[in-house]
Structure formats: structure tokens, C-alpha cells
């Protein structure tokens, strides 16, 4: 069995429950605590019983704890998955995008999401999916945006024609407020 990692010295189990008292991360607290219990002579394994974690996990926590400080061990978000698409590739959608589709060449008069999807597929062999490719263009600035919709056949002086002349809703009363009536 291998030797434990130690715990940096620098703090005191006092100083971490003076961290923990003054955090707003619950997480960070709980970890603090369980740190502190170990600074204070007890074991990782009742730490990790305290924490209601594993010795694994607790093995973790001291080796962010030694790297980073109290700060250490705050909740850090997720790196998630990797773009598919790199910055040159970006750069060269935004352009596509920006000069919009030759109807000759492209065989659309508008980019929607699908044929992006199969100009990314002819250009880079890259698959991504619709939805995937909303979330890239959003965060390059771009959004959804459609002409309202209009009759092939439908002239300008046609809107006047059809729009309604009636009279406001709204008329103002003929006497004062009631108050005034009485």
C-alpha cells in the first residue's frame, strides 16, 4: 500500500474552518472541512465517511489542496467536449455565410442549417449535426432571421388596398370622470 500524499502545512485545520465559515460554495466547504478533520490528526478514511465520499476522492481534494490553496478547491465547471470545428474553419463558415449561396453553384437561394451542414461535409469531411452548427453560428454572432413571407404575384399598391381605415378603438368619454358627474 502506497504512502499517503501529505497535506501542505501552511494552513491550520483552524484556518481552513475560517475558509469554509466565509464560503459561498457549498462544495468548497464540505472539502474544506474534510481537510481540516485530516490537519487535526484524524484519518482519510473518516474524512471521506464525514465528506460522504470515497478515499479516492478525498486523495483528489488533497492533491488540489496542495496545488491550489483553499481556491483550489472551488467547484470548477466542466470543460466539455471539444469543437468540431477549428478557428480557419470558423473563419472560412463566417465568410460562406457573409457572401451567402450562389443558387448556381450551391443549388440554394438561402443558407439553412442542413445545407451548411453539407458544405461543411463537401468542404472539411466533417459531420455535424443541425443543431450543433445553430450553436457555432450563434456564438460567431449570427442569427436565425427569415423574410416575412410574401405572394409571388403581390404588388406594392395591394397592402393599401386590403389595410382597414376604421377608427380607433378608443374614444375619449363625453363627460368628465365620474367623480365629476356626481
Known amino acids: 500500500m502506497a504512502a499517503a500524499i501529505g497535506v ?42 464525514v465528506a460522504g465520499v470515497t478515499l479516492q476522492i ?23 467536449r471539444a469543437s468540431i470545428l477549428n478557428d480557419e474553419q470558423r473563419a472560412r463558415l463566417a465568410e460562406i455565410v457573409e457572401t451567402g449561396p450562389i443558387p448556381a453553384a450551391h443549388g440554394v437561394v438561402r443558407w439553412r442549417l442542413a445545407d ?15 443543431h450543433t452548427l445553430g450553436r457555432e453560428l450563434r456564438a460567431l454572432g449570427y442569427r436565425k432571421l427569415s423574410a416575412r413571407p410574401r405572394h409571388h404575384g403581390q404588388q406594392p399598391d395591394d397592402i393599401a388596398d386590403f ?20
Open 163 to 182: 389595410k382597414k381605415a376604421s377608427l380607433p378603438v378608443w374614444r375619449k368619454s363625453p363627460g368628465g370622470s365620474q367623480r365629476e358627474r356626481r
Open 58 to 80: 478525498v486523495r483528489d481534494w488533497v492533491l488540489r489542496f496542495n496545488e491550489g490553496g483553499p481556491d483550489g478547491l472551488f467547484t470548477r465547471k466542466a470543460p466539455g
Open 116 to 130: 451548411l451542414a453539407q458544405w461543411i461535409w463537401d468542404e472539411f469531411q466533417l459531420s455535424i449535426t443541425r
Open 8 to 49: 501542505r502545512s501552511d494552513y491550520t485545520s483552524a484556518d481552513l474552518r475560517w475558509f469554509a465559515r466565509r464560503s459561498g460554495d457549498p462544495d468548497q466547504v464540505r472539502r474544506l472541512l474534510a481537510l481540516a478533520l485530516i490537519l487535526d490528526g484524524g484519518s482519510r478514511g473518516e474524512a471521506a465517511k
